[in-house]
């Protein structure tokens, strides 16, 4: 039997070499006359330990990390083969505090498996789900994740539960499921994280949905930028339906978005899923009832599909026994910016952005002290350390002007020009608008402007007047959250700014 060392595939580890360290090792190995299987798994999510090397022994798998291609030869000599002792030696990485805090349920496999190894999969409990919901009826599956709380992870927040029961009761010759992959907000990586690490648990999750609304096709729309995870669900999907448990019935397919932000609106995605312009769709008819081609839609985001394995597998209320006040289950948490732990943190609803930010990510890894945090994505709000004790939560977010969105938590040091990032998200909302409604096409532009002129301290007050009544236009009137949320970020980061130019006194002033 050969010994099996363990070096992350993913595109993360690749960027930082870890296909020389696979080959240094396979070198390695030969030169020692060593039967070795170098298994390229998915990152396990902590990317300041890529390259991350795990090696079998009989005391279980132990890493070593970061290891670069010139650290092998060393490591080897140390005795890496049998777990033995080296500087970067890591130990058993799960017992690591940034992973032993964990509650994991999606990324349970992640960085544990390779990633299109079917047997690998089942011996560690994939396909569970699919067996459990195939022994239930369509209406019994819809009823279990109702029950368990799931809500939309792309950002809305809608329960999962009630825009499937919608599709099940649509009338219709055919119905479509609809993964939305279009990865875009900033600071989020957990959907080519999952769909480079564990592709099964999509395809799972996809069938499993397809039986609970009689769907016979599905789609899962990946940006362009994600090379690799489309390579990933290609061959996922090819090695399902060649295993009989896609093809019959239901099958899926991949499609590459180009790029387009406004993709990740899902009617914007179905337009461009049929082959037209990425342009948002009046509602109603909501997708549940005319979605693509004019048919019953789900429309579900990667982290909402693969939670629904394990509620199936293991019951609603084991989901429902995590999280906080609506909020249900758990959130892959993606910390990015200045950190000292970059990478995805999976756990319940309920850790308040402190305890994210100072504990888990760390602190700045400029040691530099934190100003404000962005949650969201480019449309979510900058929270300050006054409101670090906000719970990641929806209704505690919407509470305080924020929305968790995709779960992305991106820290600012204190060098941040607030004022620029307030203003790069009317740019950002102007160069990525579909341009089908007046307020997010042309509201954008104007606030360009407008934030131009009170940063050179032009008639600030009555501009800051102006900025305020056109964010309650975007708000109110853009057709969908593009221009409706890019306010949430321009006023946060705005009122930070002001506080520097006797923020009090200019609210009054152009009162």
Request: glycine share 14%; with cysteine; charged share 20%.
């Amino acid at each position: 039997m050969s010994l099996r060392v363990f070096v992350p595939g993913d595109m993360a580890a690749v960027a930082v070499g870890a296909d020389r360290v696979a080959t240094a090792l396979a070198t390695a190995a030969r030169a020692a006359g060593i039967d070795l299987e170098v298994v390229r798994n998915g990152s396990r999510g902590l990317f300041t330990l890529e390259t991350l090397v795990e090696v079998d022994t009989p005391q279980g798998r132990i890493g070593y990390g970061p290891v670069d291609a010139a650290d092998v030869p060393g490591l080897v000599a140390a005795g890496l083969f049998e777990g033995g002792p080296h500087p970067l030696r890591l130990g058993d990485v799960a017992a690591l505090p940034f992973f032993a805090r964990q509650t994991r349920l999606t990324f349970a496999r992640a960085g544990l498996t390779d990633p299109l190894s079917l047997p690998d999969y089942r011996t560690h409990g994939g396909l569970k789900g699919l067996e459990a919901a195939l022994a239930l009826t369509p209406a019994e599956v819809v009823a279990r994740v109702k029950a368990s709380g799931l809500r939309g992870r792309g950002g809305a927040g809608f329960p999962t539960g009630i825009k499937w029961e919608t599709v099940l009761a649509a009338a219709g010759p055919h119905k479509y499921i609809v993964c939305n992959a279009d990865e875009g907000d900033s600071g989020t990586f957990a959907d080519r994280l999952l769909m480079e690490a564990d592709p099964f648990l999509l395809v799972e999750g996809m069938a499993i949905a397809a039986h609970a609304v009689g769907a016979d096709q599905g789609y899962v729309y990946i940006r362009s930028e994600y090379p690799f995870a489309i390579a990933q669900m290609q061959a996922a999907i090819d090695l399902a339906r060649a295993d009989g448990w896609l093809g019959r019935g239901f099958d899926m397919e991949v499609r590459v978005g180009a790029g387009a932000y406004v993709c990740g609106e899902e009617t914007a995605l179905l337009e461009s899923l049929e082959g037209r312009r990425g342009q948002v769709r009046a509602k109603p008819p909501l997708p549940a009832h005319r979605g693509l081609f004019g048919r019953p839609t789900v429309i579900n985001n990667v982290l909402s599909l693969a939670a629904v394995p394990f509620i199936l597998a293991e019951g609603a209320d084991a989901y429902q026994d995590y999280g906080f006040g609506r909020s249900r289950g758990t959130m892959p948490i993606q910390l990015a910016g200045d950190v000292v732990n970059g990478g995805v943190f999976e756990a319940p609803f309920g850790l308040t952005l402190g305890e994210l930010v100072d504990d888990i990510a760390g602190g700045c890894a400029s040691g530099r002290p934190v100003r404000a945090v962005q949650v969201g994505g480019p449309l979510g709000a900058y929270f300050p350390r006054r409101l670090f004790d906000t719970p990641f939560d929806y209704e505690a977010f919407t509470a305080r002007g924020g929305l968790i969105g995709h779960g992305g938590v991106v820290v600012f040091n204190d060098t941040v020009d607030l004022a620029q990032q307030a203003r790069f998200a009317m740019e950002f909302c102007a160069a990525e608008s579909c341009g089908k409604c007046t307020p997010c096409r042309i509201g954008s532009t104007r606030g360009v402007e407008v934030i131009d002129r009170i940063v050179a301290g032009e008639a600030r007050a009555a501009n800051i007047a102006v900025l305020e009544d056109l964010c309650d236009t975007m708000k109110l009137g853009s057709l969908c959250a593009l221009g409706g949320f890019t306010p949430y970020p321009v006023m946060s980061a705005l009122d930070h700014f002001l506080e520097d130019f006797g923020g009090a006194d200019v609210r009054r002033a152009a009162e």
